[in-house]
């Protein structure tokens, strides 16, 4: 526990700058935020399996509106962000 206090005491103080929240984060957030709601409206629509249960060996039934819905969780992937260079100040 004393060197944790003393190697804290002799570490620089260092500032934590938040990223600000822009629009694509709000996007993002959004689409994410839509997947399971698409899931929800998806099963309630049609008779979509949304469960699978292996009794033999067989392939799972695939529905088109399942995997929509769950391609919202890929927008976080889609964003492109700049990358940091060294030394870059931000």
Do not use: K, N
């Amino acid at each position: 526990g004393a060197a944790v206090v003393a190697a804290s005491r002799a570490a620089l103080r260092t500032r934590y700058r938040p990223r600000p929240f822009v629009r694509v984060d709000a996007v993002v957030a959004v689409c994410v935020a839509a997947a399971p709601i698409a899931l929800a409206v998806v099963a309630g629509v049609t008779e979509a399996p949304l469960v699978w249960v292996p009794r033999r060996v067989e392939v799972p039934d695939f529905d088109p509106l399942v995997a929509a819905s769950l391609a919202f969780l890929l927008a976080p992937v889609l964003v492109v962000r700049p990358v940091a260079r060294p030394g870059a100040r931000a």
